[in-house]
């Protein structure tokens, strides 16, 4: 190229000055802004802000989905295995509350019946973490015994516990009772456990054995022998439809309160009013009482872990209304002041091709009268097209004037275990 004249090579040569540092400082300024945003991401620490930990291998499908205090979804994971799986954020977009739903998924092997399980725990802490343990009986099973209760007039209920749970008889239809001898057969012996045989007798007296057997051998003894309870308060029964008693007690202070642990040593089935004892024995470090009394479609709960109780009111039905059934927003009034509450929808359904659709949700929230649930990620909706959520209906709702809050009460539920005194009494409706 040929320039005429000099001005002109001057002109082209600014030109493309002008435009190299343009340019030079273009570069410095996109990566000025990279040096930037790598500082940004770098102050975002990435926390740990729920951690599940499965205990049990349930042959289940198992989800876990995490949603903020709003509803809004934050994560969720497949359960493959037993182990632990943490969930993590970053701190700057972290809520204040989080909500846990496990939905579990089974189907029997022909694919007739399918089952859709959700468990839903709302409010709780930054960095809880869900212990997935089984109430499962705690022991190392080595064989079987047989008890004979010889010189009984009859029997209307039978006990058989240990410190780790409720036992019964292994095989019910082994129970033989023939003139004045009861035969308890196949009764689980599980190695150094302390046994308690209550038995109430068809004139309405319960007596007890404690029995540590140290091998599979059978056991006779006279009824006789059986020792009546130290302590015994009657407990007056209005009509009823529906009733569940019982007394038990912990020989530790350590020991796991949970559901069905301890001894038990009376209890009360049925639909009778009138007076029942709840029997007591003093060489013990806690107690347990329950009480449980259903009239129509309302149910009054009350259990004690503690001293013995030696009275109980039984209250008529609370005001108690639903003012919005559905799962999502669901809302209720009441006359109670309820520290926790639980609520259960449920959907099942026979379809064209004659499948029994099974949809359950189940959610534990604190009692105040409204609560948000966040709605299941696509992909999980998709890959279960037969979980019906849309016209889940209200079956039950369980309001807890006295229990843990729902932090503890969440621990509580999910690790299955419990100690130290504990009350909780609830109110629970039915028939909306």
């Not at 439809?241 to 020989?251: A, D, Q, V, W």
């Not at 639909?271 to 107690?287: C, M």
Request: with cysteine; proline share 3%.
């Amino acid at each position: 190229m040929r320039f005429k004249s000099p001005f002109s090579l001057v002109l082209l040569m600014f030109l493309f000055l002008s435009c190299s540092e343009e340019n030079d400082m273009l570069n410095v300024d996109v990566e000025e802004q990279e040096q930037v945003n790598d500082n940004s991401d770098a102050s975002v620490e990435e926390i740990t802000y729920f951690t599940y930990q499965n205990f049990q291998n349930q042959g289940l499908e198992n989800w876990i989905i995490i949603h903020d205090e709003n509803g809004n979804l934050i994560d969720y994971k497949q359960i493959i295995d037993v182990g632990s799986i943490d969930f993590t954020i970053g701190e700057d977009v972290l809520s204040e509350k989080l909500s846990a739903t496990k939905l579990s998924f089974s189907a029997d092997e022909a694919g007739n019946n399918l089952y859709h399980s959700l468990l839903t725990y709302t409010d709780l802490e930054i960095g809880s973490v869900w212990e997935d343990r089984s109430n499962s009986f705690e022991g190392n099973l080595i064989g079987g015994f047989n008890l004979q209760v010889e010189n009984i007039s009859g029997v209307e209920n039978i006990l058989i516990t240990t410190p780790s749970g409720i036992l019964r008889t292994g095989n019910p239809n082994a129970n033989e009772f023939s003139g004045n001898t009861l035969q308890l057969m196949d009764i689980p012996f599980y190695q150094e456990q302390e046994y308690l045989i209550s038995i109430r007798d068809s004139n309405g007296l319960t007596k007890y054995l404690l029995l540590s057997p140290e091998n599979d051998f059978d056991y006779s003894y006279d009824y006789d022998s059986f020792q009546e309870f130290d302590d015994s308060y009657k407990l007056e029964l209005p009509p009823n439809n529906f009733n569940l008693i019982f007394t038990g007690g912990f020989k530790t202070n350590d020991a796991n309160t949970y559901w069905n642990y301890g001894h038990r040593f009376t209890e009360y089935i049925g639909n009778e009013a009138g007076e029942f004892n709840l029997g007591y024995i003093n060489a013990y470090e806690r107690y347990r009482s329950y009480v449980s009394i259903t009239r129509e479609d309302f149910t009054y709960t009350l259990q004690v872990i503690g001293d013995k109780v030696q009275d109980v009111a039984i209250p008529d039905r609370p005001l108690f209304t639903v003012e919005n059934s559905n799962i999502y927003d669901f809302e209720f009034s009441s006359d109670l002041n309820a520290i926790t509450k639980n609520t259960r929808h449920e959907s099942i359904i026979i379809d064209e091709q004659s499948r029994y659709l099974s949809t359950t949700w189940l959610v534990y929230s604190t009692g105040k009268s409204s609560q948000k649930i966040g709605r299941l990620p696509d992909e999980i909706i998709e890959k279960y097209p037969d979980m019906v959520l849309d016209t889940l209906e209200l079956k039950e709702v369980s309001l807890f004037t006295k229990s843990y809050g729902q932090q503890q009460l969440f621990e509580d539920e999910t690790s299955k275990r419990r100690t130290g005194n504990y009350t909780s009494e609830s109110y629970v409706f039915r028939g909306f």
